[in-house]
C-alpha cells in the first residue's frame, strides 16, 4: 500500500531516514556512501516492502560538494564582448584585508572558455548593437573542439531583454549540452552576481542530471522530489535543470524542521542552533523562515533565495591550540571525521568533542546509541603530549576553557544574525538540534540572554524530517528598474508573466489549482541607494516602503522618489502535513538512570543522568542533569529546568 | 596574576566583534553607496587614554589615523556624557575632508572609561568641485573643514552646527542620512561596551584592555624579531603633483633592533603644489598595515602593535605636510607610495618574504554634469582596481584592490542606469602583470562613453614609474589614461587631471599591473 512519504538526507557520516506511519515519526541511519550516495539511499529504502512509498523527498549534497571540491562539468560561458572577465574580476575586492597571500576563489571557468559575444542591449531593453550570428557561429565552433560539458550564457541587461540569450539557446542546440541562461536562472540587474550564479548552474548541472536520473530510475515508479536552498522541494527533473538552487539542501531542510515543529510546538520566534562535527549553522525565524538573495557560497555569489542560514566554523572537531601571543583558539580548523577527535581513536589534537568527554558531560553509554566507543583513557595522555597544555593547572581547567571560547565563537554568530540585523534574542527560543549543540546550548542562550532552549525530538535528524514537512516552493523575479510612482502598467505586466509560469510550474509538479498559492513582493530603494528593501505587494506599498524603511533604519524620506527594483512572486504547493499528535502527560518523576559525577562550572558536580526515551510529557528535571539519547546529549546546568511539553520537546529555561 | 588565555581569546573578539557591530549598524543606515557598496568606512574602539583597542575589518588607510582623531577630540574638546564630537580636518586627526569622523565617551557611573568612534567617505563635502577630490593647491578648495567641534552636548543635536554642515555641502539630505547612520554606529559601540562590562565587571574588562594591548605588542615584536638586524633604505617616486610635472621621491630608512623599528622618512621630498600631501596620519596607517602584514596571524589591529614602531616624519614633507597644503590625493595615491617603499625596503632585508609592487594607485576618477535623461545633476566617484603585485611562492591576483583600499565597483547595469555614460569595456589589461618566476596580476580596462558633455578628474599613478618586480621579476605594465575624441582624436593623458568631455567622447582607464617575482 503506498501511504506515506520518506525523507532521506545524505549527509557527511550518516544518511538519515524519516517517515511518519500511523501518525508516529520513525527515524533510522545508514552510513553514508560519498562516491555514490544513491547506495546508501537504496539500502535504506530496502528495509521497507515494494513500492510502499508513496513518495521520496531528498536532501542532497551533490551539489554542495561538486562545487566545493571543483568537480562540475567542464563549462564554457558566453557573455557581452568587452566583459568577459567580469567572472573574474568580481567586485573587486579580496577577501583578507591583511593577508599579503590572500588567495581567489578557483574559477568555474577555465581560462580560454569566456567568450565575447558581438551585441549589446541597453539598460531599458532597446537593443544598440543586434546580435552578430555569423560571430557567434564562430565562437560555437571554438566551443565545439573544447570538450565543453556545459554552457552558460550571461548577457548584459538580459532581465529587461533575453531575445539574444534565446537566439544563442538556439544556436546552441546543436551541440546537444545543457545550457543555462542567465535571464531565466536568475533574471535581476547586477551582472556578476548574475553571471556568477548563472555558471555556477551550468557548472552543476551534468553532474546533478545524472545523479537525479540514477536514483530515479533505480526508485522506479516511485516520485522524487529534491529539497532547494530556499526551503521548499521541487521535482527531481525540475531541480536537475536548476541546480544551483540546490546548494544548500540539507541545512535548509534543518531549517524547515525547526521551524514546522517550532510553530506546531507554539514558539512563533527561535534561533535554531545546529552544531555539527565542523561548524555550526544559525539562522533566525519569527512567523516564517528568512530568505536571502545576497548569499555567498565558497566565496561566489548566488543570488537566488536561499534560507538565510549563517555558518561559523566551530563544531565538535574544532580543535583547540594556544597561539603564539598566549590566547587560546578553538577553531577554525576541525579534526573532521579523519582523523577526528582524540576520543574517536585517531586524533591527536584536543577538540570541543575531547573537552566534552573530559568534563564527563558526554557519556560512551549514549554516543549513538553505544555503536561507536568513545576512548576516553587516550584523552589524558594525548593532551599531555601537547606541550602549550602544560601551563593549565588540570585537564578540566583547559577542557572548560576550550569550551567557553567556543560558546563564545557560536554567540557571536547569534548576535550577527540577530542583534547586527535589529532583532533581539531575548525576544525568541533557542531551538538546538545537530548532533553536537545540546551539551553548548544553555550556556549559549544564557550569553545572549534567551530565556528558553528547545531541544525537539530526534535533533539528530531534523533535517531529514523538515524534508517531509516541507512544501513546494518556486521563486521568480524579473528586475524593472522604474519610478515606482506610476508603475502600475510595467508592474502588472511583468507580473502576469510571473504569474503565468509559476502556475504552469507548479501544475506539472503535481499540484490542484486550490492547493498552490502564491505571494507578490517589490525591492524598493530610494533612488540612488544601492540596496533594496523587500516589500510585500500591497496597494499602498510605496507608503509601506517609507514605514519600513523608517522602522529599519530610523529614517525615511517620504519626498524623495522611489525606485521599483525588481518585482518576485514565490508560488508554493501545499503538501499534506502529517499531524503532531500531543502525548498524554505521564504521572510521576522521572527516574535517573545513573548519578555520576560531571564538571560544571570547574566544580566536580553529582549530576543525574536520564535516558531521553523515559521521558515524558509533564516530567520536570532540575539541573544539574544530563540527558542523553541517541544522536544527542543535553546538559541542564545547575539553575536550569528543564521540562517536556506535549510534544515531547526538551524545554530547559532558568529557574 | 597570570593571563588567563581564555579570558584573553574572549576579550579580544569581544572587542573586536563590537567595532564590527558599529560598522554593521553603519552599513546597514547609511543612505549613500559610497558607505553602503563601497563599503568606505571604519569603527573602531579605545580605552580611556584615547589609545586604539580594536578597529573592524574597514579600511587600512584608517587603521593609523583613527587613534589621532580621538586624540584631537580629546585636546581639543571636553568630552562629557552624551557628547559627540565631530571632526574632518586633516591637521587635526582627520585623512582627507570627504572622511567624517564622530567621537565619542562611554561613562560608567559619570567615569569615562572607552572612546568610540566611526568615520565614513561622504561623497560630497563642497569644495571646488562634486565629490570633493579635485585637484587643488589649498585645503581651502577641498572643502568644508571641521576642527574637532561638538556636534551633540549632553545628549542634544547642536543644530548650529549641523545646520552649518548641511549649508556647506552639495547633497544636505544625503549627508544628513549618513550623519544619522553614524550617530547610530557609535551608539551601538556604546551600548555593547556597556554589557561587556556589565557582564563582566569594569575590573575584568580593564585588566583585559591591557592585556590585550600587550597580546598585539607581543605579536607585532615577535614578527619584527624575525627581520634581520640593520639598516635598509629604499625610495620609490610618485609620477607627478598634477599641477606641475615633477616627480616626488619617498625615501626610507628602516632601522631594525631586536624587536623594534625605526621608520625614518626624513630624506623624503618636501610637500607639494598639488593634493597629493599625506598628513602624518596617514603615514603612520601605512606603517602601521605594513608591519601587520608581516604577522601571520589575525590580532586585534590596536595602539599595542604601534608601539615597538617609531616614526620620523620631519613636518613639511611629502608625509607630513603643514596646512594649508592640499591632501585629498595624499589619502588616496601617496598612501599606496608610502607601502610600495616599505615593502622594497624590508624586501632587502628578508628578500623570501616580501610581495613585489602592486599597482600602488586606486585610479580614483570623479565626473560631474547633467544628465541629459532628467536633466539634473549628476556626480559620480569610483575607484578601479589593478594588479596585485606576485607574492614569493604565487602569482599576484589580477583586477583586485589592493593595500590601503578594498572597496568595491559599481555594476556596468547600475551604472548606466543612473548615470549618462554607456561601458564599452570592462576586463582585465592582457600581459599588463610583470613576467616572473610569479607572475604579477594583470591590471584592468575600465573604458566608458560619455552620453553627454561632463566635466571629468583623474588622479591616478604609476602612469611613468611602473610598479617594481622582486628578485629579478619584471616590472609591472604601468597605466594608461587615454581619452578618444569624438572625432577619433586619441590624447594620452597624465596621471592626475581635469578635463571638460563632450557627448562621444570615450575614456579609457588602464590600471598597472603588478610587478613580477623572481627570474623567469
Known amino acids: 500500500m503506498k501511504n506515506f512519504r520518506i525523507g532521506v538526507d545524505t549527509g557527511g557520516t550518516f544518511t538519515d531516514f524519516v517517515v511518519i506511519r500511523g501518525g508516529k515519526i520513525e527515524i533510522f541511519k545508514e552510513l553514508s556512501t560519498p562516491q555514490h550516495p544513491e547506495e546508501a539511499i537504496m539500502k535504506g529504502l530496502a528495509r521497507f516492502e515494494e513500492d510502499a512509498a508513496k513518495e521520496v523527498i531528498h536532501g542532497s549534497t551533490v551539489a554542495t560538494n561538486a562545487l566545493l571540491e571543483r568537480k562540475g562539468a567542464r563549462t564554457a560561458l558566453l557573455t557581452t564582448e568587452g566583459f568577459e572577465d567580469v567572472i573574474v574580476i568580481g567586485r573587486q575586492t579580496r577577501r583578507q584585508l591583511y593577508n599579503i597571500f590572500v588567495t581567489r576563489p578557483e574559477p568555474l571557468v577555465a581560462d580560454g572558455l569566456r567568450l565575447g559575444v558581438r551585441e549589446r542591449v541597453l539598460y531599458d531593453g532597446s537593443v544598440e548593437l543586434p546580435l552578430d550570428r555569423e560571430h557567434l557561429r564562430g565562437l560555437i565552433d ?158 561566489l555569489p548566488v543570488g537566488i533565495p536561499m534560507i538565510d542560514i549563517h555558518t561559523v566554523g566551530a563544531g ?50 549514549f554516543f549513538l546509541g553505544g555503536a561507536m566507543p568513545l576512548l576516553v583513557d587516550r584523552i589524558e595522555p594525548s593532551a599531555r603530549r601537547l606541550d602549550w597544555a602544560r601551563q593549565w593547572k588540570s585537564l578540566e581547567d583547559l577542557a572548560q576553557g576550550a569550551i567557553d571560547v567556543v560558546n563564545n565563537n557560536m554567540e557571536q554568530a547569534v548576535r550577527l544574525i540577530s542583534v547586527e540585523r535589529g532583532y533581539d534574542p531575548r525576544d525568541f527560543t533557542l531551538f538546538c538540534f545537530g548532533g553536537a549543540g545540546g551539551l553548548h546550548a544553555a550556556a549559549l542562550a544564557g550569553g545572549l540572554g534567551i530565556p528558553r532552549v528547545v531541544v525537539p525530538r530526534f535533533p539528530g535528524a531534523l533535517s531529514a524530517l523538515g524534508l517531509i514537512l516541507a512544501d513546494a516552493r518556486k521563486d521568480y523575479s524579473r528586475t524593472l528598474l522604474i519610478n515606482a510612482e506610476g508603475s502600475d502598467s510595467k508592474l502588472r505586466k511583468a507580473l502576469e508573466e510571473l504569474h503565468r509560469l509559476g502556475m504552469a510550474e507548479l501544475q506539472t509538479e503535481g499540484f490542484r489549482k486550490s492547493e498552490i498559492q502564491s505571494a507578490d513582493f517589490v525591492d524598493l530603494r530610494y533612488r540612488g541607494q544601492s540596496y533594496e528593501l523587500t516589500i510585500p505587494l500591497v496597494r499602498n506599498f510605496v507608503e509601506q516602503f517609507h514605514a519600513v524603511h523608517e522602522r529599519r533604519y530610523g529614517y525615511s524620506n517620504p519626498d524623495s522618489p522611489v525606485e521599483l527594483v525588481n518585482v518576485r512572486t514565490t508560488f508554493s504547493g501545499r503538501t499534506p502535513k502529517p499531524k503532531f499528535g500531543k502525548s498524554p502527560k505521564q504521572r510521576g518523576k522521572p527516574q ?22 523515559t521521558l515524558g510529557h509533564g516530567h520536570t528535571i532540575r539541573g544539574p542533569a544530563i540527558i542523553g539519547e541517541y544522536s544527542s546529549t543535553t546538559l541542564v546546568p545547575p539553575g536550569f529546568r528543564c521540562s517536556v511539553d506535549a510534544y515531547l520537546n526538551l524545554v530547559l529555561e532558568a529557574s | 596574576m597570570k593571563t588567563n588565555p581564555v579570558r584573553l581569546e574572549i576579550f579580544k573578539s569581544l572587542f573586536h566583534a563590537i567595532a564590527e557591530e558599529m560598522g554593521a549598524t553603519l552599513k546597514r543606515t547609511a543612505f549613500s553607496p559610497n558607505i553602503k557598496e563601497r563599503r568606505d568606512y571604519s569603527c573602531a574602539i579605545f580605552d580611556h587614554h584615547g589609545d586604539m583597542l580594536a578597529q573592524g575589518d574597514h579600511m587600512p588607510v584608517h587603521l593609523g589615523s583613527m587613534p589621532l582623531s580621538v586624540k584631537a577630540a580629546i585636546e581639543n574638546r571636553n568630552i562629557g556624557p552624551g557628547d559627540i564630537v565631530i571632526l ?81 555641502v552639495r547633497t544636505p539630505q544625503e549627508r544628513e542620512g549618513d550623519l544619522a547612520a553614524m550617530l547610530g554606529a557609535n551608539r551601538t559601540g556604546e551600548r555593547r561596551l556597556m554589557e561587556v562590562v556589565e557582564k563582566y565587571g569594569w575590573n575584568e574588562v580593564s585588566r583585559y584592555v591591557t592585556e590585550i594591548l600587550n597580546y598585539s605588542e607581543r605579536m607585532t615584536r615577535h614578527a619584527i624579531s624575525v627581520i634581520p638586524d640593520g639598516t635598509y633604505e629604499a625610495e620609490d617616486f610618485l609620477d607627478n603633483d598634477g599641477i606641475t610635472d615633477k616627480p616626488i621621491a619617498i625615501r626610507v630608512r628602516i632601522q631594525i633592533k631586536g624587536d623594534q623599528a625605526v621608520i625614518d622618512f626624513s630624506r623624503s621630498d618636501p610637500q607639494v603644489q598639488g593634493s597629493v600631501n599625506a598628513v602624518y596620519a596617514i603615514t603612520a596607517s601605512v606603517v602601521f598595515y605594513v608591519f601587520r602584514t608581516l604577522v601571520s596571524l589575525l590580532i586585534p589591529s590596536n595602539a599595542g602593535g604601534m608601539r615597538p614602531l617609531q616614526i620620523i616624519a620631519p613636518e613639511g614633507t611629502i608625509v607630513n605636510a603643514r596646512p594649508p597644503a592640499a591632501v585629498c590625493g595624499g589619502n588616496v595615491e601617496t598612501s599606496q607610495r608610502i607601502v610600495d617603499v616599505l615593502y622594497k625596503c624590508l624586501a632587502a632585508a628578508m628578500p623570501g618574504r616580501i610581495p613585489a609592487a602592486s599597482q600602488g594607485t586606486m585610479n580614483n576618477f570623479t565626473f560631474g554634469g547633467v544628465d541629459p535623461r532628467t536633466q539634473k545633476a549628476v556626480a559620480y566617484y569610483e575607484t578601479v582596481s589593478g594588479g596585485m603585485g606576485a607574492r614569493p611562492t604565487m602569482d599576484g591576483l589580477s583586477g583586485v584592490h589592493t593595500h590601503m583600499t578594498n572597496s568595491m565597483n559599481t555594476p556596468v547595469e547600475a551604472l548606466e542606469h543612473a548615470y549618462p555614460v554607456r561601458m564599452l569595456r570592462y576586463s582585465l589589461r592582457p600581459e599588463s602583470g610583470g613576467q616572473g618566476k610569479c607572475r604579477g596580476g594583470d591590471g584592468v580596462i575600465r573604458e566608458l562613453r560619455f552620453l553627454t558633455k561632463a566635466q571629468i578628474t583623474v588622479l591616478s599613478d604609476r602612469r611613468k614609474f611602473p610598479p617594481y618586480g622582486l628578485n629579478g621579476g619584471e616590472p609591472g605594465q604601468r597605466g594608461m589614461n587615454v581619452l578618444i575624441r569624438k572625432d577619433g582624436r586619441r590624447e594620452e593623458l597624465p596621471s592626475k587631471f581635469s578635463t571638460a568631455v563632450e557627448a562621444g567622447d570615450i575614456l579609457s582607464i588602464q590600471s598597472p599591473g603588478g610587478g613580477g617575482w623572481g627570474r623567469k
Not at chain 1, 192 to 215: C, D, F, K
Not at chain 1, 339 to 352: A, D, E, F, N, R
Request: net charge neutral.
Open chain 1, 316 to 365: 565538535g572537531g574544532s580543535i583547540a591550540q594556544l597561539d603564539p601571543g598566549g590566547a587560546l583558539k578553538v577553531g577554525p580548523e576541525s579534526a573532521g571525521a579523519d582523523p577526528g577527535p582524540i576520543c574517536y581513536g585517531k586524533g591527536t589534537q584536543l577538540t570541543v568533542t575531547d573537552a566534552n568527554v573530559i568534563l564527563g558531560r558526554l557519556l560512551p553509554r
Open chain 1, 142 to 299: 571554438r566551443i565545439r573542439g573544447q570538450n565543453v560539458e556545459s554552457v552558460a550564457v550571461a548577457l548584459l541587461y538580459s532581465f529587461a531583454n533575453s531575445a539574444h540569450e534565446e537566439q544563442i539557446l538556439r544556436e546552441l542546440l546543436p551541440l546537444g549540452i545543457p545550457v543555462s541562461l542567465s535571464s531565466r536562472v536568475m533574471p535581476e540587474y547586477r551582472e556578476y552576481e548574475r553571471t556568477s550564479t548563472t555558471v555556477i548552474n551550468a557548472y552543476l548541472g551534468p553532474l546533478m542530471g545524472r545523479y537525479l536520473h540514477q536514483l530515479q530510475a533505480r526508485l522506479r515508479n516511485c516520485p522524487l522530489r529534491v529539497m532547494q536552498s530556499n526551503g521548499g522541494a521541487i521535482q527531481a527533473e525540475a531541480a536537475a535543470a536548476a541546480p544551483v538552487r540546490t546548494i544548500v539542501s540539507g541545512p535548509a531542510g534543518g531549517v524547515v524542521g525547526a521551524f514546522h515543529v517550532a510553530q506546531a510546538s507554539g514558539y512563533p520566534g527561535i534561533i535554531t542552533f545546529d552544531m555539527g562535527g565542523t561548524s555550526t549553522d544559525v539562522s533566525l525565524c519569527l512567523d516564517s523562515i528568512k530568505v536571502t538573495h545576497e548569499s555567498h557560497v565558497d566565496g
Open chain 2, 88 to 168: 574632518n580636518d586633516p591637521y587635526k586627526g582627520g585623512t582627507h575632508l570627504p572622511d567624517i569622523t564622530l567621537v565619542s565617551g562611554v561613562f560608567s557611573r559619570k567615569k569615562l572609561i572607552f572612546y568610540v568612534a566611526c568615520r565614513a567617505h561622504h561623497s560630497d563635502v563642497g569644495g571646488m568641485s562634486p565629490g570633493s577630490m579635485p585637484l587643488a593647491e589649498e585645503i581651502y578648495q577641498e572643502g568644508l573643514r571641521i576642527p574637532p567641534i561638538k556636534l551633540m552636548s549632553g545628549g542634544k543635536l547642536n543644530t548650529d552646527v549641523w545646520d552649518l554642515i548641511l549649508s556647506n
Open chain 1, 592 to 613: 535517573p538512570v545513573e548519578s555520576r559525577p560531571v564538571w560544571i562550572d570547574r566544580k566536580r558536580v553529582k549530576t543525574a543522568i536520564y535516558d531521553r526515551e
